[in-house]
């Protein structure tokens, strides 16, 4: 039985934040020391980040010149003085309940709309939703649900505060559906709005996150049926999961009073060089496969120094990087949305082949995969 992840929907806030106008911004702000603001210039130069967006539209700089203090967000920034605030943990979770439903839902109806007329609403047999930027219930799985007119009895599971690798056992679980339910059809949705979490501060964790993490959605859908006439797609041939036995303490994510801290170290890319290729080994094993054999790869661009690492360590090329290489530069690091960025980015560039697909989290957990990239079918939809 092939199960095959049909199509990867994007989607990403209007707001765009140009990295070095952002930089400026952090840097400058009152409470940052000289050296605090050096690091923020050198941590957001070297990310390998160009622009990302985000759901606050007051950090936008023509939003800035012209803000109006909307009651939604202005606590974020004062837009008299250029000062950012330091919202309480409900407040950002308040914008996050807004934003995040929005962007489950736009992702996931785009996602749909891309199988049309082959599937609709009615064979989503199950909903998967991840993130780790927000909570609230009704969850996000419901919000799809509802919203999107799918079947009351659609099986519906979230996945929340995983981290940056969340979206693989998204994949694995609506792959194990599947095998179970040949006739299953599965949604997954993953939201993230890490800019509802940044804090000014001199500390270089904190400077690194605000560096590189930024909002966005990706939906997929997932499928052993036999749907005929699609964009290119992946069979979902294998997963992995390992946890490093070093760095549980590098990587983290905690709720705190003012919005959700994380921690990461700057030794998270050296742990993962350390380890990445004892993570691979089970996967490519199974498969008969080498790492130098493998065409294509899709690994989550957690930051510049961890691609870079990960390149050097694999003995992959510029051009096998340069999926997520991009994406960082485009979009930022969206948590777990971002490995279906790079997936979708693969997708459309007409390549074709074997594709080894990995990202690091909270743990220090490794995911990968293995996928199989296709080319699109012309041929007309099933009866």
């Known amino acids: 039985m092939t199960v095959r992840l049909l199509t990867i929907a994007t989607r990403l806030p209007e707001t765009a934040i140009d990295q070095d106008d952002v930089a400026e911004l952090f840097a400058t702000q009152p409470g940052m020391t000289r050296l605090g603001s050096r690091l923020v210039r050198t941590a957001f130069a070297g990310a390998g980040v160009r622009t990302r967006r985000t759901v606050l539209a007051e950090l936008g700089a023509q939003s800035r010149e012209a803000a109006d203090g909307d009651p939604v967000t202005a606590h974020f920034l004062d837009p008299a003085t250029g000062a950012l605030g330091s919202p309480a943990t409900g407040a950002r979770n308040a914008v996050y309940t807004v934003e995040a439903s929005r962007l489950f839902v736009d992702a996931a109806r785009a996602a749909l709309d891309d199988v049309a007329p082959a599937l609709a609403p009615a064979d989503v047999t199950h909903v998967i939703t991840v993130s780790c930027t927000g909570f609230f219930a009704p969850g996000p799985d419901v919000r799809v649900a509802k919203d999107l007119g799918l079947r009351p009895d659609v099986t519906r599971l979230h996945l929340g505060f995983m981290g940056c690798n969340a979206a693989f056992p998204a ?6 559906s599947c095998i179970a339910d040949p006739d299953a059809v599965v949604l ?20 690194m996150g605000n560096a590189l993490f930024a909002d966005g959605a990706a939906a997929a859908i997932v499928t052993a049926r036999q749907v005929r006439g699609g964009a290119p797609g992946f069979d979902l041939v294998d997963f992995e999961t390992t946890l490093a036995p070093t760095g549980e303490e590098a990587l983290a994510w905690s709720i705190g009073d003012e919005g959700f801290e994380m ?15 004892d993570a691979l080994a089970p996967l490519l094993g ?21 691609l870079d690492k990960v390149e050097s360590r694999l003995g992959l090329t510029g051009e096998q990087m340069a999926p997520s290489r991009g994406v960082l530069a485009d979009a930022g ?13 693969l997708r459309r560039s007409g390549a074709t082949g074997t594709v080894a697909a990995l990202a690091f989290g909270p ?10 990239l296709t080319a699109a079918d012309a041929a007309p939809p099933d009866a």
């Open 263 to 277: 921690i990461l170290g700057t030794y998270v890319p050296r742990i993962i060089e350390d380890h990445v290729t």
């Open 171 to 176: 994949l694995r679980t609506a792959a194990a």
């Open 188 to 207: 997954v949705v993953c939201v993230e709005v890490c800019t509802l979490h940044l804090h000014v501060r001199n500390d270089p964790n904190t400077v």
């Open 286 to 306: 199974r498969a008969g496969v080498d790492a130098d054999t493998v065409p294509l790869w899709a690994v989550h661009p957690g930051g510049r120094s961890i």
């Open 363 to 372: 743990g220090l957990s490794i995911e990968s995969a293995l996928l199989t």
């Open 333 to 345: 690091n969206m948590s777990s949305a971002t490995i279906l960025f790079v997936l979708d980015r």
